[in-house]
């Protein structure tokens, strides 16, 4: 059978210039490896089981269903592949470079972060948290797609409560701070990030204390009230 | 002929639940419309002259075709529909809600900022430019869309050189004023507003100064040097 030349591409012989919408997300946390000082910005990825790329790492995803929506689809794949379920997930970046992929694929990118506590060990076959600041080769391009969320990740952690999306409710100052020094990977001056921080308005006191091996920190919550940068008009509709 | 089922989505009966990929951009310029005192945010809407919403106004956009890479895809639209070249276009956001379209279309939503004297009134057949904050009913989420474009516009302008984008090389600090006033839709207090840019760093002093019907206003031009949110990787690689 010879292909025709086909004006539509819906035809039978759409196949060969057929785009498809695929998902992927990006879930950072924040692990404290052994021996190191500091906990590390990580992320889950997943081993590929077929071709393209099969064996090599990937980041958790998977393709559009025509009937479901963006943000469906990334949950949806995401716990299928990781079995992680992150309360809220945001849309990150479109990749759709010609060459990303052996057939032309859209790859709608979305990102969380997780609490230590949520990202739990639970070996999930084909699934490995991974060092976000030293990782493989990965499938496709998904090594550019971890460098441009670490860019918004470092990016945000400026003007939004973004670091609240890694810490408990209440947290110390000393806390709030090692997540600011984690993602943006150097250390800050604690008496200047406290005098910050206290001058922005986002966080509210609590009556309650952090003990146990040092003295006593205060726990602070983050000032709900505060109109910082959130997701705007599709926070409310989508 | 009778539909069988399918579950090779690149298969001959695929027309039924095929996502296709389309492309559209929000070009944002100040337009000061006869009678007001002062500038507007405006936007071209191209009319559609083909079904679904025929007749009614879009955004500038098409397909994606298979070839091409995302951003070349909106430049081209662009060009197409309304004869606009901005010399830098943003992705936005993708939208792909099921029921957005009669069909399933996903659409990647582009940006840009151009000056009054870049967004040319001569006139394209089926285009027109209108007051981003008082538009019709448009096709599609086309209203939502925009309304997204203009919230991050506000948001983008506090953290970023921005406003650069709707003004000439050499400015006043009225005329930078005046930007973001028209952005924000509100007025700003000229002593304020002076002492916060001049505080920020973000602004080199020139020698030159604006003459006219008032007294002489020195120009100021953009500090490249400051690293604000720009693009960050993705600048780099695209």
């Known amino acids: 059978m010879t292909r025709t030349s086909t004006l539509d591409p819906r035809s039978a012989d759409a196949s060969v210039d057929v785009t498809r919408v695929a998902v992927s997300t990006v879930i950072f946390t924040l692990r404290r490896l052994p021996g ?12 590929r089981t ?13 393709w559009l269903d025509v009937a479901e929506g963006l943000d469906a689809a990334a949950s949806r794949t995401l716990a299928e592949t990781t079995g992680l379920s992150p309360s809220y997930l945001e849309q990150l970046y479109a990749f759709g470079a010609v060459d990303r992929s052996p057939t032309r694929v859209v790859s709608i990118v979305y990102w969380a972060l997780i609490r230590p506590d949520e990202a739990s060990d639970d070996s999930v076959e084909n699934v490995q948290w991974f060092d976000a600041a030293s990782l493989p080769a990965l499938a496709f391009d998904h090594n550019d797609i971890v ?3 670490l860019w918004r990740l470092r990016n945000k952690v400026g003007y939004s409560r973004i670091a609240h999306g890694l810490l408990a409710d209440e947290f110390t100052l000393a806390e709030l701070r090692e997540v600011y020094e984690s993602i943006l ?3 800050l001056d604690p008496a200047n990030f406290r005098r910050q921080v206290e001058n922005s308005g986002t966080l509210i006191p609590t009556d309650r204390f952090r003990t146990g091996s040092h003295r006593p920190a205060r726990l602070y919550r983050y000032n709900q009230d505060v109109e910082l940068a959130d997701r705007g008009p599709l926070g409310v509709r989508q």
């Open 36 to 47: 190191a000082d500091a906990p590390r910005v990580a992320l889950p990825l997943v081993r």
């Open 147 to 149: 460098e441009y969320a």
């Open 185 to 187: 990977d150097r250390r």
């Open 50 to 62: 077929r071709d393209p790329h099969e064996g090599q790492w990937a980041l958790p995803g998977g």
